[in-house]
């Protein structure tokens, strides 16, 4: 076995130290940094690449660099965008020159392929309805600029999960409070409503994002239960106010309640006090006359129920009241 000269071994050991935690990545599988496609390789991609229809979804857009205060950059798909990109399973990036990018994250509505014993894909029906294009926003959402607030009870969950665009991994993913304390060991049910004739509920109160929703008002609402199949609320209510209205802060949103109120903020119901069931989500729109007080301007949401238990996603679609921004 010969020895390498004092030239090549500094060029062997410059492949693991060039870079900080070169070795680490390697030995956790990563290959070795500073090495890439030979020419052949990166020809015999980009003739691969044209086998396919490429759908420009941002064009060429300037970055900043990568201090903390520059590093992230968001970037909003215009309408006419998000109606073109559907369906598609790869994106291709491009750099100009060249350069790094940490981390990318696209975010949208997974479309999942259920296969049957014949290796045939469910029908459109098997879609959730929220990965259906709709021709408003989900305001509530996180990435359109909705919020959590607060809620009654923490116990399982927070209410910024059910905000969240991606659909629930598990109950963890969601919001859920413990059992009711002042709950009765038999529930009666109202015999004109059918309902549990019990006014104990929990809440949570969200801001939806882009401004709000404006005087057109709300067009559809989902809550989903994913997960949720002995532990789902019997029934949901929704309020909802204009905190524009008075300019009053979150914290007076959160702590109005028909106990404490100092007058300036005014609850009023978009969805009345409706069923909920087991795994699956619940639509309820303007169309089909589910939703009251479809012709109000509204910031906030309060979403109650009854007597207890948990939801996974809650969804409001309406036309915003501004373009929402997000800071980089």
Request: with cysteine; aromatic share 8%; hydrophobic share 30%.
């Amino acid at each position: 076995m010969t020895n390498c000269s004092s030239v090549e071994k500094e060029e062997e050991e410059w492949k693991f130290t060039w870079m900080p935690n070169a070795v680490l990545r390697m030995a956790q599988g990563g290959g070795i940094q500073g090495t890439g496609m030979s020419v052949q390789q990166v020809e015999k991609a980009a003739a691969a690449s044209t086998q396919f229809k490429w759908t420009e979804i941002l064009p060429m857009t300037e970055l900043l660099p990568g201090y903390e205060e520059t590093r992230m950059h968001y970037f909003n798909m215009p309408e006419h965008v998000r109606r073109e990109a559907k369906g598609f399973t790869h994106v291709r990036v491009n750099y100009y020159p060249d350069g790094g990018v940490a981390r990318m994250r696209l975010w949208g509505h997974p479309v999942d392929e259920v296969v049957s014993s014949e290796h045939e894909t469910q029908t459109e029906s098997s879609i959730p309805v929220s990965a259906k294009p709709y021709h408003y926003p989900e305001l509530s959402c996180e990435m359109n600029g909705g919020e959590g607030l607060e809620c009654s009870n923490k116990h399982y969950g927070i209410p910024s999960n059910l905000i969240r665009q991606s659909y629930g991994k598990d109950m963890g993913d969601g919001w859920e409070t413990a059992r009711h304390p002042d709950r009765s060991p038999v529930l009666i049910k109202d015999p004109k409503t059918n309902l549990v004739d019990s006014p104990l509920s929990d809440w949570a109160v969200l801001k939806l994002g882009m401004g709000g929703c404006n005087a057109s008002g709300i067009s559809r609402i989902i809550l989903d239960t994913k997960h949720f199949k002995g532990n789902f609320p019997e029934s949901v209510k929704i309020e909802a106010c204009d905190a524009d209205l008075e300019n009053v802060s979150d914290d007076t949103v959160c702590s109005a309640t028909p106990e404490r109120n100092d007058g300036r903020v005014t609850w009023f119901n978009l969805l009345n006090r409706s069923r909920m069931g087991p795994d699956r989500e619940h639509v309820f729109d303007r169309d089909s006359c589910a939703l009251v007080n479809t012709d109000k301007k509204l910031t906030h949401i309060r979403v109650s129920i009854y007597p207890d238990g948990g939801l996974s996603r809650v969804r409001v679609y309406g036309q915003p009241a501004r373009e929402y921004i997000p800071s980089a």
